[in-house]
T-cell receptor, first 126, second 108 residues
Framework: EVQLVETGGGLIQPGGSLRLSCAASGIIVSSNHMTWVRQAPGKGLEWVSLINSGGYTYYADSVKGRFTISRDNSKNTLYLQMNNLRAEDTAVYYC??????FGSGSYPAGCYFDYWGQGTLVTVSS | SSELTQDPTVSVALGQTVRITCQGDSLRTYYASWYQQKPGQAPVLVIYGEKNRPSGIPDRFSGSSSGDTASLTIAGAQAEDEADYYCNSRDSSATGVVFGGGTKLTVL
């Protein structure tokens, strides 16, 4: 059974830093594309960051330069280091596995998130 | 980046069929996937790669696409299908991911 367990959320003042963790079991983090997705209160889902199986990292424009995604292979854990936090970063942060869908071709024809954690709430407020 | 557009709210009578749509330029290149989210819960994948259902998802859920629009159809909607539904695809750069704004489905 796959489990993704996020920790590290909490109340933080604007400009502060926080590190989220996502401990995985049932899958090997380093062999998969792993992502962070967030959801502001009462709002929709927003993709935040991706680290692919090759270790390459990608970010949404809204967090580029402030957030860093990483992984610890020995701990099978995904991280999100969040710096210079803003009120608009307030959200539930989910870690999720991203899969490529190839269909009948050899290039990805889509993608999907098949496993999600339960989320951790980050509140940025003074 | 790119955008995916969904109707904010859709309603359906119990037992009837409803279609939820998702429109965006990236859907001309990439298939959409769909998620169901109930209050206080993490999203659940219901359709991937346009029309594939993960195990455990009822067969009343189906997906399709045409041009720049993807659709999620629920045939014979049940009370437990009342939820928010989100589509996603790769964005136009192929390195990021984009979600639709979500559709709140009400089962009357």
């Amino acid at each position: 059974e796959v489990q993704l367990v996020e920790t590290g959320g909490g109340l933080i003042q604007p400009g502060g830093s926080l590190r989220l963790s996502c401990a995985a079991s049932g899958i090997i983090v380093s062999s998969n594309h792993m992502t962070w997705v967030r959801q502001a209160p009462g709002k929709g889902l927003e993709w935040v960051s991706l680290i692919n199986s090759g270790g390459y990292t990608y970010y949404a424009d809204s967090v580029k330069g402030r957030f860093t995604i990483s992984r610890d292979n020995s701990k099978n854990t995904l991280y999100l280091q969040m710096n210079n936090l803003r009120a608009e970063d307030t959200a539930v942060y989910y870690c999720a596995r991203l899969r490529d869908y190839f269909g009948s071709g050899s290039y990805p024809a889509g993608c999907y998130f098949d496993y999600w954690g339960q989320g951790t709430l980050v509140t940025v407020s003074s | 980046s790119s955008e995916l557009t969904q109707d904010p709210t859709v309603s359906v009578a119990l037992g009837q069929t409803v279609r939820i749509t998702c429109q965006g330029d990236s859907l001309r290149t990439y298939y959409a996937s769909w998620y169901q989210q109930k209050p206080g819960q993490a999203p659940v994948l219901v359709i991937y790669g346009e029309k594939n259902r993960p195990s455990g998802i009822p067969d009343r859920f189906s997906g399709s696409s045409s041009g720049d629009t993807a659709s999620l159809t629920i045939a014979g909607a049940q009370a437990e299908d009342e939820a928010d539904y989100y589509c996603n695809s790769r964005d136009s750069s192929a390195t990021g991911v984009v979600f639709g704004g979500g559709t709140k489905l009400t089962v009357l």
